[in-house]
């Protein structure tokens, strides 16, 4: 299997969603080995040692202050993770857990978890091999590591838990076997290591934040779509409008509106004597909402960035400075609240364009379309209720976009008495992306047929593709017929890109 080589420190966004997206193997830069031996021969003395060192020779949370014999060693760290593997609901896919296994390398990789080396390596062979273990979702609330979801991570690594293997869910022991790995013995605080920190919550997050971006490209391409359908005007898109505010996403979304809706006959057919003044914000303001979840979802994108290089667990190993030290990095409040963020941005943009599908429905609204979209209204009813599951679907996500990060919870018998609630803040991204592609799918599907009846008026080149690709899959609604299906499949297309692909013009990308 092809492999990528992940820097700790300095891995991009843009190489993490290209290894998740070809779910190809990890494996650390071998120059940062120094580092992580220099650690783990750190800990391997504290071990050794008479002081008190959390995690390393004590019981763990409200237990630290038990002191644990060094022949104990390998079982309080085997017990840890067994006790912590307390993981409820259904599996994660398999590419979400290959991704937070590539994020913990790089946590490690950092040279201040105190592993041994063999526990990178042990990583990167489940990856290679395809050992990919089943990692409930439900569990974490985002303190002091995902501690549940890495627990049932790291019992694979140690022959435990389940995991999967060649299509096939096995016990751990076994998919290893099966893959020529043999299962790790843990060292001094390896358990610990591999529970403590962010990464199931991160990797959560970040397939999150990039099925978000996507679905606000497709947002860009049927609203520019909807705006020629209801004969809506280019002029809010002036680009000395946005320069004047000056947000970049903004300035990005009127571009990429400019540039679809270049060479729009219908656009063309009624620059003059239009007795409408100006379009509903729906329409009017896309650049200015779309735009604005742009710049949120990118401060969300730096945010996880930095979280997903960074050393998240504890205690951290300081080797320059000779010490260990209990901290909090494994608190994943930066996660939450980019969580937090993603769904807002993704709240917004299906607000607006639920309001856009509301708008080509409406005959009073639409600038001459007929009433629901259907050639004979009465005897047919068009799009009347894809409107209405769009409402539905839009009010869903207002709910979802509550905050996750402010529900904070007491755990661990009042030891770890803030939480994040970063792992269900990243949770819920997924269902919202989906929602959102549904609404966009009904959208492009209204779009598609309010501008069949501007005929024999023609849409831009750009557009054109796009309603090309759209009529290979889906025709035309003549008259009533049974939709579900092919709202799946609208939704499919927008969700698959080939929506976007089809505009052939590049859009706004959520990294430079």
């Not at 905050?403 to 919202?432: F, I, K, Y």
């Amino acid at each position: 299997m092809p492999s990528h080589m992940l820097t700790p420190g300095a891995t991009s966004l843009g190489a993490l969603a290209t290894l998740f997206d070809s779910n190809a193997a990890a494996r650390l830069n071998p120059a940062c080995r120094a580092e992580v031996d220099n650690a783990a021969d750190m800990i391997a003395r504290a071990a050794a040692g008479t002081a008190p060192v959390y995690g390393v020779n004590t019981g763990f949370g409200k237990l630290a202050s038990l002191k644990i014999e060094p022949e104990d060693t390998e079982t309080l760290q085997r017990n840890l993770i067994l006790s912590h593997c307390c993981g409820v609901g259904e599996a994660i896919p398999d590419r979400h857990a290959r991704l937070m296994m590539a994020l913990k390398l790089l946590s490690l990789g950092r040279g201040a978890s105190g592993v041994r080396w063999v526990i990178v390596e042990q990583l990167e062979n489940m990856l290679a091999k395809g050992v990919t273990p089943v990692i409930p979702a439900q569990g974490s609330v985002g303190a002091s590591g995902d501690l549940a979801p890495l627990a049932h991570m790291a019992a694979v690594m140690i022959g435990e838990g389940e995991a999967r293997y060649k299509g096939e869910t096995m016990p751990g022991g076994i998919a290893l076997a099966k893959a020529g790995l043999e299962p790790v013995v843990l060292g001094p605080k390896e358990g610990l290591a591999l529970i403590n920190g962010t990464q199931f919550s991160t990797a959560t997050a970040l397939v999150g934040l990039f099925a978000a971006w996507r679905a606000a490209q497709a947002a860009l391409v049927t609203s520019a779509l909807s705006t020629d359908a209801i004969m809506g005007s280019t002029a809010p898109l002036q680009p000395e409008i946005h320069a004047l505010r000056g947000h970049r996403g903004q300035i990005e979304a009127a571009d990429a509106l400019r540039d679809l809706l270049a060479g729009s006959e219908i656009r063309e057919s009624h620059r003059e004597g239009d007795t409408r003044v100006q379009d509903p914000y729906c329409i009017r303001c896309q650049p200015q909402v779309t735009g604005a979840a742009m710049d949120v979802l990118r401060q969300a994108a730096a945010t996880l960035e930095i979280e997903a290089n960074a050393a998240t667990d504890n205690p951290l190993v300081l080797v320059e400075a000779g010490l260990i030290v209990s901290g909090g990095n494994f608190h994943a409040e930066p996660v939450g609240f980019a969580a937090d963020m993603i769904a807002l941005a993704m709240a917004e943009i299906g607000a607006i364009a639920q309001r856009r599908v509301a708008l080509m429905v409406d005959p009073t609204l639409s600038h001459d379309l007929p009433p629901f979209l259907t050639p004979n209204p009465g005897l047919n009813s068009g799009f009347m209720i894809a409107e209405v599951t769009t409402a539905a679907l839009m009010s869903e996500n207002k709910h979802r976009a509550n905050p996750c990060v402010t529900d904070s919870t007491p755990t661990s018998a009042n030891q770890e008495d803030h939480v994040s609630m970063a792992a269900h803040g990243a949770r819920r991204l997924l269902p919202m992306a989906e929602n959102l592609n549904r609404i966009l799918g009904v959208e492009l599907l209204c779009a598609a047929q309010g501008i069949g009846f501007r005929a024999p008026l023609a849409t831009s080149p750009a557009l054109a593709g796009v309603l090309g690709e759209l009529g290979k899959h889906i025709p035309p609604l003549a008259e009533d017929r049974y939709l579900a299906p092919e709202l799946e499949l609208a939704a499919d297309l927008v969700t698959n890109g080939r929506i976007t692909a089809a505009c052939g013009l590049k859009l706004p990308a959520l990294w430079d």
